[in-house]
């Protein structure tokens, strides 16, 4: 009876615990992509001069004002977590190459920068 008593409080204990794991490791995916697009938008902004309008500019090969091509930045745009919104947010502003990348899920916000 003690030997089930010592499970049922282990067990009790295990299981919120492995449910926080779970969502802090949805969250990492999600920081972790999303410095990967900042990385991607990082040489899209130094070969281009201007930030990309919308994500999928990463993934083509793009030509600059010298007649330069270089591409793709990124092999496919990542997907988010499961659970969390259905792609990833992004804004970019070229008129001072300024841009924000965002996801949401498991009450949290992932914002870059």
Avoid: C
Avoid at 69 to 92: D, E
Wanted: proline share 7%; aromatic share 6%; net charge neutral.
């Amino acid at each position: 009876m003690i030997v089930v008593a010592i499970i049922g409080i282990l067990a009790a204990i295990a299981i919120p615990l492995f449910a926080n794991v779970q969502a802090r490791a949805r969250v990492a995916k999600a920081q972790g992509d999303a410095r990967a697009i900042a990385g991607a938008i990082s040489i899209y902004l130094a070969h281009m001069s201007e930030v990309p309008t919308a994500l999928a500019q990463l993934t083509g090969i793009v030509s600059n004002g010298l007649g330069q091509t270089a591409g793709p930045f990124l092999a496919q745009i990542p997907t988010p977590p499961a659970g969390w919104n259905p792609s990833y947010a992004y804004t970019g502003t070229t008129a001072d190459s300024t841009y924000q990348i965002s996801a949401s899920g498991d009450s949290t916000t992932v914002v870059l920068p």
